[in-house]
């Protein structure tokens, strides 16, 4: 061999086994370069190839670890697509500027392209899927299915910490002492069910095995009664509707499931029973709570509610838990969520004998629409609703100022149905120094009025409608924030009432009226502070009670969400592990759990 033969080889071998080598001239670089290179293949191009090979490879690792980080963690959707594009466009770009780039490879390559492609298809339409699921979410949220209920009314864990002394107490303590009535679920002021709910109560809160046993005793004549019964009694919808949904709640309290098996599987199959029983008008209790925009609808409704908590899914051929959803879609159409349910019926309202108030007190922002022909009416105004004074309606009154100021308009937000029940809106002087209001058939009544007539037809809507909301908040539903806090804003507007015309509006508010646990229970939920007095008290009149006694310690619902939004999870109300934002109370802890998790 020649000398540079040998060197030649010498040096493949050196680079062979890593050995060090002399640094080459910049001549031997280029022969060497020249003698390695296949045929057809220059100088340049081979020292373009050696520098695209490393490159290629990287890039596509890159790309493919760029869009994997983005998508584990939630980049933005824009940024996202865009840095997507710019990637592999460049990817692309760079392939096919280099068609000579190792063939060898070049299945690979492409494979790899494949996949990218496929991924980025993928996860576009993952984030699509996402994007649309917010919109339709935004547009028409339906009520979350809540989870088991720690109590329909409250929690037993709760009473047992409410105090067992003061006025409300001793109240509540005289009325489970007392002998109940004769049961009569077609009586409209039967205060049975009250009386059963009061003794639930005591016995929760002590123990006491007698309160238990009157309970046992009142339940075993509801699941006894027959529809039969109800209509020789003359039982209408009304009175089935204000009188059932307690017991279900005496049988929560008195853990009847548990204590006495038989009787309540008998009571259970009864209350699905009363559902659909036959009454002498308005119909059932399905479809007067369903129909409805009155008093009859909200007492009907709270039953119905009642019922589905306490029943479940444990009666054969009936799904309360499905029911309570649809029921709680109805509640919200009646606060005002036109979208969430708008099936009541107002043309037999407005074409009955008091069509002549209605239409008075249910003019929208549209002036001159009536209740059926309005756009989408619902039986408590919404926020920003108003009626505008016209020419005739002024009232002095006797504290001489302009109440209904022709094209002034007066705000009914907050508004309920039922105060069609007192007359009509407008406000017209009597004669000369009397004041009064107009009454359902157009005539002046005289009195001591100074406004529209006084009804408590309102507050017995309220009775239902509050009960309700209360059930399935303890149930785990944001019911007392629907519709721009709706039930604040009707106790609210009776407030407002009493405030510009009579007291009358407030009356059965104060002084242990029937409507005071409305007012206990509406200031303990919003933090408010309505000037509410007396026990209170349940009546035949009523539908609940003793609300000063068991919401006592209550954190107001507003500040305790705020709290929860701000503390419980760092997202805000909503569970990591089950992606829910339903809460229930923990009572015994003191704070708020996810929805999903008190069931497990």
């Not at 699921?133 to 037993?156: D, F, H, L, R």
Request: proline share 4%.
């Amino acid at each position: 061999m020649s000398g540079w033969a040998i060197r030649s080889q010498d040096l493949r071998v050196a680079h062979a086994v890593g050995a060090e080598s002399k640094p080459l001239s910049s001549r031997r670089r280029e022969y060497l370069a020249r003698k390695r290179a296949p045929p057809g293949l220059n100088e340049g191009t081979k020292r373009e190839e050696v520098k695209k090979e490393i490159p290629v490879k990287s890039l596509i690792n890159v790309v493919l670890h760029t869009f994997i980080y983005m998508f584990k963690n939630h980049i933005r959707r824009s940024v996202f697509v865009c840095v997507s594009v710019a990637l592999l466009a460049g990817c692309l770009s760079f392939l096919l500027n280099s068609p000579s780039a190792f063939a060898s490879e070049e299945t690979d390559l492409l494979l790899q392209i494949n996949q990218l492609q496929a991924l980025i298809q993928n996860l576009e339409s993952k984030l699509n899927a996402q994007a649309t699921a917010q919109v339709s979410a935004t547009v028409a949220s339906p009520p979350p299915s809540p989870p088991s209920p720690t109590g329909i009314w409250v929690s037993k864990a709760k009473v047992a910490t409410l105090p067992t002394s003061g006025a409300p107490w001793t109240y509540l303590k005289s009325q489970a002492d007392a002998t109940c009535p004769t049961l009569n679920l077609a009586d409209l002021t039967n205060y049975t069910d009250q009386c059963a709910a009061a003794k639930a109560l005591v016995f929760a809160r002590l123990g006491t095995a007698s309160y238990r046993a009157t309970v046992e005793a009142l339940i075993q004549q509801v699941a006894s009664y027959t529809n039969s019964t109800f209509l020789s009694q003359g039982g209408r919808c009304l009175e089935l509707g204000r009188n059932v949904g307690q017991y279900a709640i005496a049988a929560d309290l008195i853990d009847l499931k548990n204590h006495n098996s038989a009787l309540d599987a008998a009571f259970r199959k009864k209350l699905v029973e009363m559902l659909n029983w036959t009454t002498n008008q308005n119909g059932t209790l399905m479809q007067c709570s369903t129909a409805q925009p009155t008093n009859w609808g909200t007492q009907a409704l709270h039953s119905r509610v009642a019922i589905d908590l306490y029943v479940g899914n444990s009666v054969a051929g009936y799904s309360g838990v499905n029911d309570l959803a649809t029921a709680a879609n109805i509640f919200r159409g009646y606060l005002g969520d036109w979208n969430a349910y708008h099936g009541f019926d107002w043309a037999h309202l407005e074409n009955g004998s008091w069509g002549f108030a209605a239409t008075s007190w249910y003019q929208d922002r549209r002036e001159g629409k009536t209740v059926a022909s309005a756009t989408k009416p619902t039986p408590i105004a919404a926020l920003g609703t108003t009626i505008v004074c016209q020419p005739g309606w002024d009232n002095w009154g006797s504290n001489h100022l302009n109440l209904c100021k022709p094209g002034t308009a007066f705000d009914l937000s907050g508004r309920v149905f039922d105060l069609y029940r007192g007359g009509h809106f407008k406000l017209l002087p009597v004669a000369l120094g009397a004041e009064g209001c107009i009454d359902n058939e157009g005539a002046s009544m005289a009195g001591l009025y100074n406004g529209p007539c006084y009804t408590d037809y309102a507050v017995t809507a309220m009775q239902g409608y509050i009960a309700t909301a209360e059930m399935l908040y303890q149930a785990g539903y944001d019911s007392y924030d629907w519709s721009n806090q709706a039930i604040r804003r009707s106790v609210e507007f009776s407030k407002r009432m009493a405030d510009t015309y009579n007291t009358s509006w407030w009356s059965q508010f104060q002084h242990g009226g029937w409507a005071a646990w409305i007012g206990y229970l509406v200031n303990a939920r919003y933090g408010l502070a309505l000037p509410v007095s007396g026990t209170a008290r349940a009546t035949g009149n009523g539908t609940m009670g003793w609300t000063d006694w068991t919401t006592t310690g209550d954190i107001p619902y507003r500040k305790s969400r705020l709290a929860f939004e701000s503390l419980r999870w760092p997202h805000g109300v909503e569970c990591l592990r089950w992606k829910s934002k339903k809460i229930f109370e923990l009572s015994d802890y003191a704070k708020f759990e996810c929805g999903e998790c008190g069931n497990y």
